[in-house]
Structures are given as C-alpha cells and as structure tokens.
C-alpha cells in the first residue's frame, strides 16, 4: 500500500519560513520522480517545484530564490524548503510520486501567510 504523508504546513507571517515534508512508504523511493503541488482557493493546481530521481530540479518562476526542494531517499523523504514566504503563497500543498504510468498524491498540508 503507497502512502505518501506530508508535514510541516501551518500559520506563518508574511517574510517566514517554513519547511513541508513528505514520508513515503510502499514505493522504491529512489526511482520516483518527486514534486510538490499547491492549490490555492479557487484556483487550479500548479507545480511548485519538482526533483526527479536523476537530474536537475526545476521550480515555478514566482518561487525560484525563495523555495528548494531536496531529497533523502535513505529516508524515502522529499523537502521542501520555504523561505521569504509571501501572502500569495497560501495554499494546500500536495506530494506527488510520478514513475513511468505510476503516479501518486498526499493528501496535503494548509501553508497560510498571513499578518
């Protein structure tokens, strides 16, 4: 059974930092292309930044200088690194596993910047 578990959103204040988690279990972890999706209300879900399991990372222009993503696949675990975080970047945000036709969520964790 594939679970992917996140941690680490919450309440933070506009120029903050905080940093998101994502447990997986069930898959071969090193061989997963990993990423992390956000959704903000009444919008559509967006890539936010995504490191394959062999390669170079890529990010949305409006989070390059301010989020990195890493991983640990001694942990089975993907990062997410936020910092100068912005109002605009309150959102759900979403793990997401991709191999060949294999794709898999979490469930997701609130990030909310707010003064």
């Known amino acids: 059974q594939v679970s992917l578990v996140e941690s680490g959103g919450g309440l933070m204040q506009p120029g903050g930092s905080l940093r998101l988690s994502c447990a997986a279990s069930?898959?071969?972890?090193?061989?997963?292309?990993m990423g992390w999706y956000r959704q903000a209300p009444g919008k559509q879900r967006e890539l936010v930044a995504r490191i394959p399991s062999g390669g170079r990372t890529n990010y949305v222009d409006s989070v390059k200088g301010r989020f990195a993503i890493s991983r640990d696949n001694a942990k089975s675990t993907v990062y997410l690194q936020m910092n100068s975080l912005k109002p605009e970047d309150t959102a759900v945000y979403y793990c997401?596993?991709?191999?060949?036709?294999?794709?898999?969520w979490g469930q997701g964790t609130q990030v909310t910047v707010s003064s």
């Open positions: 069930g898959i071969i972890f090193a061989i997963y292309d």
């Open positions: 997401n596993a991709v191999f060949t036709r294999r794709e898999y």
